[in-house]
């Protein structure tokens, strides 16, 4: 059994800070020892990492991603293969992607379809939640037997009709489910309805820019799907899980939920803490870069979701990773921005900006640990086996070097596509080294990892509740 020893570094996780060194025995952790006692100082190796000045953590954690989404007549433009690398330039040694429901079809295709995708591409470890986009008798069924196999989280959406949209009865039937077979609802809470009839009259009026997708998706618009979504859940007993939340006025909704007892959690992502509808509106159709749903709001909302993270009002940052080139793909809505494909890249920038958030005083350093790294595993079963360093766990680990200066840019990034949302952002902080279950995908900033390393992980249900 291959024996690595990673010494010298301060490990951190989301309920320590110690300075120890981390011996590795066939891709697990074995054991933890402080720096310089006899128990570490025994320790042979085959392979010694020097950590000294770094911080040793819990590979990160991506619980939203669309590698390859259909969205728009396109698709997301990182596969499995690119998407799952980026993420482990960044840091990220898991990934919850979301297999998607056909209109008309079954769950079994679709999660065969998603299967297909990721088998054998993946550089790091990947599950799947399941889209329901067509809630009926026998999709409400094989929910259950979903679960049974490790597929524990449902995506229902409030917006979107005609594509991904479910009726309040179709959620409530579903969260009915959930609360019978352990599974957790998670929700995009816009309402969708009221945002078509707004799109509409925009574009009728003239006002088809990028900066309109913002406007009409309204604030007021995901607060009410979000309280919507809340008592629909108390009425079926279910926990509740809001995906991208951006609103202060959301965050709000589920801090009066869980205020009441209720279990509901909620995820905000980084381009919510760190762009606003500034960016929306910058100039020419460079503002078709930053569509996504729900939309980038105006930059008073960013303290919201920062206190809303230190509070635990919201629990998860993950990405919604769903890259769209600018060239050929964003611009398949100039003239009118509900054409726009919605989505943003993030998955390799994550940890970074969640590092440069503590930097700055949004968060601490076991905080960015648990809201990147132990929550989420936690939340969609995945713990401990996921999200922390302590013998038993995957050796997914991280060197990063926190005083590291870095430009984030297109120009150095890994994912596959032709822009940056953080475009000359300067950050401190930078992953130095990448193990995957003890392999090392990134040594000393050279990717050294290969397609199909990474496995399919069945989950078990929440563990968060
Ligand atoms: O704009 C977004 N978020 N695109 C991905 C699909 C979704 O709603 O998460
Ligand atoms: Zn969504
Ligand atoms: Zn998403």
């Avoid at 979000?226 to 926990?239: I, K, N």
């Avoid at 596959?416 to 392999?439: C, H, N, P, W």
Wanted: charged share 20%; glycine share 10%.
């Amino acid at each position: 059994m291959s024996r690595t020893v990673i010494h010298g570094g301060l490990v951190v996780t989301a309920s320590d800070e110690i300075h120890a060194d981390v011996l590795i025995e066939g891709g697990r952790i074995a054991a933890l020892a402080a720096h310089g006692t006899d128990a570490a100082t025994s320790w042979s190796a085959d392979r010694r990492i020097d950590a000294t000045g770094m911080y040793v953590l819990p590979g990160g954690v991506d619980a939203h991603t669309h590698m390859e989404m259909p969205f728009g007549g396109t698709y997301a433009a990182d596969t499995f293969e690119t998407g799952t690398r980026a993420a482990a330039w960044g840091g990220t040694t898991t990934i919850v992607d979301f297999a998607i429901q056909t209109m008309g079809r079954s769950l079994r295709e679709g999660l065969d379809t998603w299967h297909a995708k990721a088998d054998g591409k993946c550089a790091v470890d990947y599950g799947f939640h399941m889209i329901l986009s067509d809630v009926d008798d026998s999709s409400l069924k094989e929910m259950d037997r979903l679960v049974a196999e490790g597929i524990t989280s449902f995506k229902l959406f409030m917006a979107y009709p005609g594509v991904f949209y479910s009726d309040d009865g179709q959620i409530l039937r579903a969260m009915q489910r959930a609360s019978g077979n352990g599974g957790l609802v998670m929700m995009h809470a816009e309402n969708g309805i009221a945002i078509d009839v707004l799109v509409e009259q925009a574009l009728a009026e003239g006002r088809t820019d990028p900066r309109y997708h913002g406007d009409v998706r309204k604030v007021a618009l995901e607060a009410e799907a979000t309280h919507r979504a809340v008592q629909l859940a108390r009425v079926a007993g279910a926990p509740l899980y809001v995906v991208h939340v951006s609103a202060d006025e959301a965050v709000d909704e589920i801090a009066a939920a869980r205020h009441k007892g209720l279990p509901v959690f909620g995820e905000t992502c980084p381009q919510y803490l760190f762009l606003s509808t500034d960016n929306l509106a910058e100039p020419g159709f460079e503002g078709a870069k930053y569509v996504c749903s729900t939309p980038l709001r105006p930059r008073e909302h960013q303290e919201v979701l920062w206190r809303g993270l230190r509070n635990n009002e919201l629990q998860v940052v993950s990405t919604d990773h769903c890259p769209f080139c600018f060239s050929g793909q964003k611009e398949m809505g100039r003239g009118d921005f509900s054409k726009i494909p919605n989505g943003m890249p993030g998955v390799e920038n994550r940890m970074d900006l969640l590092h440069q958030a503590v930097v700055d005083g949004h968060l601490s350093r076991r905080r960015w640990i648990e809201i990147a790294c132990a929550s989420p595993a936690r939340m969609f079963g995945l713990y401990p086996k996921k999200g922390t360093i302590a013998p038993g766990a995957d050796a997914d680990v991280v060197i990063y070097d926190p005083g590291a200066e870095q430009t984030i840019s297109a120009e150095t990034h890994h994912m596959a596509v032709d822009y940056s949302a953080y475009e000359g952002r300067r950050v401190t902080g930078q992953v130095r080294t990448v193990l995957s279950r003890g392999v090392p995908v990134i040594e000393d900033r050279a990717y050294v990892g290969h397609a199909g390393h990474g496995t399919y992980l069945p989950r078990g249900t929440c563990q968060y509740l």
